[in-house]
T-cell receptor
Framework: ETGVTQSPTHLIKTRGQQVTLRCSSQ?????VSWYQQALGQGPQFIFQ???????GRGNFPPRFSGLQFPNYSSELNVNALELDDSALYLC????????????FGPGTRLTVT | KQEVTQIPAALSVPEGENLVLNCSFT??????LQWFRQDPGKGLTSLLL?????REQTSGRLNASLDKSSGRSTLYIAASQPGDSATYLC???????????FGKGTHLIIQP
């Protein structure tokens, strides 16, 4: 069984640009969640998807959007990048419900200059 | 709104010691609590998940407890080893659609 994978590992973008981060959940996991972790902080919940529908969102603006696909992959899109968007972005998958044990990927380090 | 606090923020102990990491949460209506380990610049590794109906969970040298009434969870690490050095995060789930609420973590260093 493969774990959760994310790509790319690192990314550098300029303020105002758009970025797409990718995640591949564990096979059979129907819920995927995305988190933002600033340096020295705990991860902050962005949103979660269950069977391709967004069913929960944290305190993030609409320029953070996502998609979940039938093949257990998902995307996090961020438009109009700001300097404060620089962080480690983590995705997590769980078997069925968001309350099941969460398995995290290695993260994508995004730097906005 | 759930808030999670972890004390201490950093801890350094000699190898072989038993130690306790603390996690407190403000909303006792917690559905479950999960402990994670994070190595520098890496993702999170799940250590233990405790459901609200449980009092503790054990995995190898790790034991986690949950006391909903006092809003506290502890992670006990027995016979610590240098390889245990990492940041330990606790996170609570309220059972709704709000995801996990994390503490800031305890940065643990085990001195050889």
């Amino acid at each position: 069984e493969t774990g959760v994978t994310q790509s790319p590992t690192h990314l550098i973008k300029t303020r105002g640009q758009q970025v797409t981060l990718r995640c591949s959940s564990q096979s059979g996991h129907n819920t995927v969640s995305w988190y933002q972790q600033a340096l020295g902080q705990g991860p902050q919940f962005i949103f979660q998807y269950y069977r391709e529908e967004e069913n929960g969102r944290g305190n993030f603006p609409p320029r953070f959007s996502g998609l979940q696909f039938p093949n257990y992959s998902s995307e996090l899109n961020v438009n109009a990048l700001e300097l404060d968007d620089s962080a480690l972005y983590l995705c997590a998958s769980s078997l069925e419900w968001a309350t099941d044990e969460q398995y995290f990927g290695p993260g994508t380090r995004l730097t906005v200059t | 709104k759930q808030e999670v606090t972890q004390i201490p923020a950093a801890l350094s102990v000699p190898e072989g010691e038993n130690l306790v990491l603390n996690c407190s949460f403000t909303d006792s209506a917690i559905y479950n609590l999960q402990w994670f380990r994070q190595d520098p610049g890496k993702g999170l590794t799940s250590l233990l998940l405790i459901q609200s109906s449980q009092r503790e969970q054990t995995s190898g040298r790790l034991n986690a407890s949950l006391d909903k009434s006092s809003g506290r969870s502890t992670l006990y690490i027995a016979a610590s080893q240098p390889g245990d050095s990492a940041t330990y995060l606790c996170a609570g789930h309220g059972g709704g659609a709000d995801g996990l609420t994390f503490g800031k973590g305890t940065h643990l260093i085990i001195q050889p």
